[in-house]
């Protein structure tokens, strides 16, 4: 009986100190600090180089991609490169799609990845993808409407998305067979 009690007194403190809540709060401030310091600019617009970028609608934050851009950068940081591509040679495009943000049922898919290794801070890092006119450029993009982010000992990788649904009229022209759906590449 007193071996019980022990056991259920170790689970109640060990739950206590790892509930979900806190973990989610953690994640929620990552998140929300990325976006902040993001969407501010977006809003303001700024100059990317020598491009001077207007501005653009927020960003808001996706599961699918935050999920492709840990998976990168959790295996660029267990297996020591910094590519765009990963060593067994899948694309942005193959992670991200495989992560769950697909293109089906949509008229318009974008898709664009930042990385970055060495950074200590969400500050610093983003500081250095805005000063990188190419970053800067994916940052400021009108047709990426959606982000993910991720961090792991050091290697950061922010991977973007934007899609555009199907209105009901175009809906209702597919199903009839008057409008046929093709996929560009």
Not at 4 to 23: D, G, M, R
Not at 76 to 100: K, L
Request: aromatic share 10%; proline share 3%; glycine share 8%.
């Amino acid at each position: 009986m007193g071996r019980f009690w022990i056991n259920l007194f170790l689970t109640l403190i060990v739950s206590s100190l790892f509930t979900p809540s806190q973990a989610q709060t953690a994640s929620s401030k990552f998140k929300n600090e990325f976006l902040t310091r993001i969407n501010k600019i977006r809003k303001q617009g700024c100059k990317c180089g020598t491009t001077n970028m207007p501005p653009v609608a927020p960003l808001v934050w996706n599961d699918e991609l935050a999920a492709a851009a840990a998976g990168h950068a959790r295996d660029m940081a267990r297996n020591t490169y910094f590519s765009h591509n990963s060593r067994d040679g899948r694309s942005i495009e193959s992670r991200i799609t495989n992560a769950g943000y697909t293109y089906d049922g949509y008229k318009s898919f974008a898709i664009g990845e930042n990385i970055a290794q060495g950074q200590t801070s969400i500050a610093e890092v983003n500081e250095g993808w805005f000063k990188s006119p190419r970053h800067c450029m994916n940052l400021m993009n009108r047709d990426f409407t959606e982000i993910g982010v991720a961090e792991n000992n050091t290697y950061w990788v922010q991977d973007f998305g934007g899609r555009e649904a199907f209105t009901n009229r175009e809906k209702e022209l597919i199903k009839s067979g008057r409008i046929k759906i093709r996929r560009v590449k």
